[in-house]
Structures are given as structure tokens and as C-alpha cells.
């Protein structure tokens, strides 16, 4: 695995983790019985992540950008591989962090203000709905790099074979 791999992996693996734990509260809302605990409970989690404090916010940021030049740095080859799937991986990441800027932040600033109950659970149900779907975006890019180090693998063993079979009859006669 090479660094601008890594650079790709880290982030994408990063933000999984932390989507795994916001599903412990979205599968609830989204396909379970919505008591006034699950309710509570949904709140309350998503405003400790709202207000957290400012250096895990800058941490998650970071990590964005990390995963950015990662994507860009690999696509800087300009390959068939690069164009195909860190080109794919770039337009699903740019998709993801779309869906976490037009969904995502708005949702928890609705969902920490102190209005009307009704609205703020409309946002965290729509705030779950859009975690789910960055889960999928961001498992697409791990498919799309396991993908290209396939293809990358697959690639150099093919063209060897016909070598040896070829130095193999040379011995032969």
C-alpha cells in the first residue's frame, strides 16, 4: 500500500467508524419503534456531537481534507486506473461530503436548538437517512480502491504467463 493509499483509506475508514456509532441511534429512528426514549436518546446524542468541542471538529475537518489530497494525488497519474477509479472515488467522496454539507450540518443545527419538537425530530430523521447514505458512498470508494488494487494485481501476473511459458518451450527444444 503505498501513501497516497493510505491517504485515501485513513479518512474514509475514519469517518465509517464514526458513522457506525451515529447507526447505534439512526437504526432506531429510522427502523425501529420511535418511543420517547429512542426520542430523548437521539437528542441528546446528536447535540453532544453538535457542541462538541472545537478541536474534534477541527479533527473531522482535517480528515476531510486529508481524504481530498489523498484522491487528488492518486488521480494526479492520470492513468486508466487513476481515471476509472480514483476518478470514481473522487466524484463518490465530493457526493459524500455534499450530502454531509447540505444535509448533515444543517440537521444538527436544527436539532440543537431548543424550538419545536416535531421539526427537530424531522431533522434527525433526515440527519439518520443522510448518515446512511454517506455509509454507502464512503463504502463504495473502499470497493472502488480494493477495485483498482485488484485490476492492479490482476494486471501485472497476466502478461508474465505468456513470458514463462514462452522461456519454457525455449528450454524444451
Known amino acids: ?6 491517504a485515501v483509506l485513513a479518512p474514509v475508514s475514519f469517518f465509517l467508524g464514526v458513522l457506525f456509532i451515529c447507526l447505534n441511534v ?3 429512528l429510522l427502523w ?22 472545537p478541536a474534534i471538529k477541527a479533527l473531522l475537518h482535517t480528515m476531510i481534507g486529508v481524504g481530498i489530497l ?3 494525488s ?7 486506473s487513476a481515471m476509472y477509479f480514483d476518478g470514481s472515488s473522487l466524484a463518490t467522496y465530493v457526493l459524500g461530503i455534499s450530502v454531509y454539507l447540505s444535509v448533515t450540518v444543517p440537521a444538527l443545527r436544527t436539532i440543537s436548538s431548543q424550538e419545536d419538537k ?3 425530530l424531522a431533522a434527525m430523521r433526515v440527519l439518520s437517512a443522510g448518515n446512511i447514505i454517506i455509509m454507502f458512498l464512503l463504502g463504495g470508494i473502499l470497493i472502488l480502491q480494493a477495485g483498482q488494487e485488484y485490476a492492479k494485481r490482476a494486471d501485472t501476473t497476466v502478461p508474465n504467463q505468456p513470458q514463462e511459458q514462452q522461456e519454457s518451450e525455449k528450454k524444451n527444444q
Not at 500500500?1 to 493510505?6: D, E, L, P, R
Not at 418511543?35 to 462538541?52: D, L, P, S, V
Open 26 to 28: 439512526d437504526h432506531k
Open 70 to 72: 489523498g484522491l487528488v
Open 118 to 120: 416535531e421539526e427537530r
Open 1 to 6: 500500500m503505498t501513501f497516497k493509499q493510505a
Open 74 to 80: 492518486k488521480l494526479h497519474k492520470w492513468d486508466d
Open 32 to 53: 425501529g419503534e420511535l418511543t420517547q426514549e429512542t426520542i430523548h436518546n437521539g437528542f441528546q446524542f446528536y447535540t453532544t456531537f453538535f457542541n462538541a468541542p
